[in-house]
């Protein structure tokens, strides 16, 4: 079953300098996808690339320039009142940095209290043990309550951000990079306690990472994202087994892996560096840093075409589509 599904978002901002606005960073440039019920859906992409961007706006902190986002059918910028009050309640986050995501002066029991009752999801004879609950779900002791956030480690504080997008109940949490500012050993228990929370609450994730490991460790499906396009998309397994995409295999033979005799292939080095997002290239994007490019990549911009035989492993490279994959 289909849960949210973008079409064709673009999303600019003013870049610094410009003049009455005339110079736009682009962040997200005409980006569609659809994400199921109960599925993780990973996120990979440079800094810069439009990741978080795009995830704010599948959960409406941040309205696209053009472009629907729908949740459930429901067009999120059609909805009023009691109606987007609902939706909203379904859709949490989990930020990047834990520490600025928590309100310094509020107590923990504060924090996952005032959501609870403001959206009737608790009372006043019944909050404290609903929030009790909350903090033991995410491995915390009931005590937590009554410190305050500088008073905990930042794998602690993530588990509360991650308590708190737990407290309505939501349907969809988008994870925006939640464990990159974290140590590898609380990196992998975060990563543990997302995966069981998942299955216990039937819950739909976006988990947007740079780490290839831990993309593949919990999504379903990964996205590739480039310069604020979506290059690449296919399941966990075959991405990684059946890549077609330049920009993705580079990015896979980038990862570091525990094997002092393994050598960097030379096709997969990228030359340059990232252009500008607010001047980006003609045609395909990465045809600057690209080993395939021709003179049409130049002019055509590329669009995702399912692989020969698998509807679902989506590619923007007519080269490599046509070549067979890399």
């Given at each position: 079953?289909?849960?949210?599904?973008?079409?064709?978002?673009?999303?600019?901002?003013?870049?610094?300098?410009?003049?009455?606005?005339?110079?736009?960073?682009?962040?997200?440039?005409?980006?569609?996808?659809?994400?199921?019920?109960?599925?993780?859906?990973?996120?990979?992409?440079?800094?810069?690339?439009?990741?978080?961007?795009?995830?704010?706006?599948?959960?409406?902190?941040?309205?696209?320039?053009?472009?629907?986002?729908?949740?459930?059918?429901?067009?999120?910028?059609?909805?009023?009142?009691?109606?987007?009050?609902?939706?909203?309640?379904?859709?949490?986050?989990?930020?990047?940095?834990?520490?600025?995501?928590?309100?310094?002066?509020?107590?923990?029991?504060?924090?996952?209290?005032?959501?609870?009752?403001?959206?009737?999801?608790?009372?006043?004879?019944?909050?404290?043990?609903?929030?009790?609950?909350?903090?033991?779900?995410?491995?915390?002791?009931?005590e937590s309550g009554e410190r305050y956030p500088h008073e905990f480690s930042g794998?602690?504080?993530?588990?509360?951000?991650?308590?708190?997008?737990?407290?309505?109940?939501?349907?969809?949490?988008?994870?925006?990079?939640?464990?990159?500012?974290?140590?590898?050993?609380?990196?992998?228990?975060?990563?543990?306690?997302?995966?069981?929370?998942?299955?216990?609450?039937?819950?739909?994730?976006?988990?947007?990472?740079?780490?290839?490991?831990?993309?593949?460790?919990?999504?379903?499906?990964?996205?590739?994202?480039?310069?604020?396009?979506?290059?690449?998309?296919?399941?966990?397994?075959?991405?990684?087994?059946?890549?077609?995409?330049?920009?993705?295999?580079?990015?896979?033979?980038?990862?570091?892996?525990?094997?002092?005799?393994?050598?960097?292939?030379?096709?997969?080095?990228?030359?340059?560096?990232?252009?500008?997002?607010?001047?980006?290239?003609?045609?395909?994007?990465?045809?600057?840093?690209?080993?395939?490019?021709?003179?049409?990549?130049?002019?055509?911009?590329?669009?995702?075409?399912?692989?020969?035989?698998?509807?679902?492993?989506?590619?923007?490279?007519?080269?490599?589509?046509?070549?067979?994959?890399?």
């Amino acid at each position: 079953m289909t849960l949210l599904r973008a079409e064709n978002l673009y999303r600019t901002f003013p870049a610094a300098g410009g003049f009455a606005g005339r110079r736009r960073v682009r962040a997200v440039t005409d980006i569609s996808l659809t994400m199921y019920e109960n599925e993780t859906l990973g996120l990979v992409g440079e800094s810069g690339s439009g990741k978080s961007t795009l995830g704010r706006m599948l959960v409406g902190l941040d309205k696209p320039d053009s472009g629907a986002v729908y949740y459930r059918g429901q067009d999120l910028s059609q909805l009023k009142g009691q109606d987007k009050k609902r939706v909203r309640t379904e859709m949490q986050i989990v930020f990047q940095d834990p520490w600025a995501s928590l309100n310094p002066r509020k107590r923990i029991y504060d924090i996952l209290s005032a959501p609870l009752l403001y959206h009737n999801y608790a009372t006043k004879a019944d909050v404290g043990a609903k929030v009790t609950a909350l903090l033991e779900k995410v491995g915390l002791s009931r005590e937590s309550g009554e410190r305050y956030p500088h008073e905990f480690s930042g794998g602690q504080r993530q588990r509360i951000g991650i308590a708190r997008a737990l407290s309505l109940n939501p349907a969809l949490i988008v994870c925006d990079e939640p464990v990159s500012a974290l140590d590898v050993s609380i990196q992998a228990q975060i990563l543990n306690l997302l995966h069981e929370l998942q299955d216990e609450y039937n819950l739909t994730l976006l988990f947007i990472s740079h780490g290839l490991a831990s993309i593949k460790y919990l999504s379903d499906r990964i996205a590739v994202m480039y310069l604020g396009r979506i290059v690449e998309i296919a399941g966990a397994e075959k991405l990684f087994s059946s890549t077609y995409h330049p920009y993705t295999r580079a990015l896979i033979m980038s990862s570091p892996v525990p094997d002092p005799y393994r050598r960097q292939e030379p096709a997969a080095l990228l030359s340059g560096e990232i252009p500008s997002n607010i001047d980006p290239p003609s045609g395909c994007h990465f045809h600057p840093r690209c080993p395939l490019a021709e003179d049409s990549c130049r002019q055509e911009i590329p669009q995702l075409m399912p692989v020969p035989g698998d509807h679902t492993h989506l590619v923007a490279c007519p080269i490599a589509l046509a070549g067979g994959g890399l």
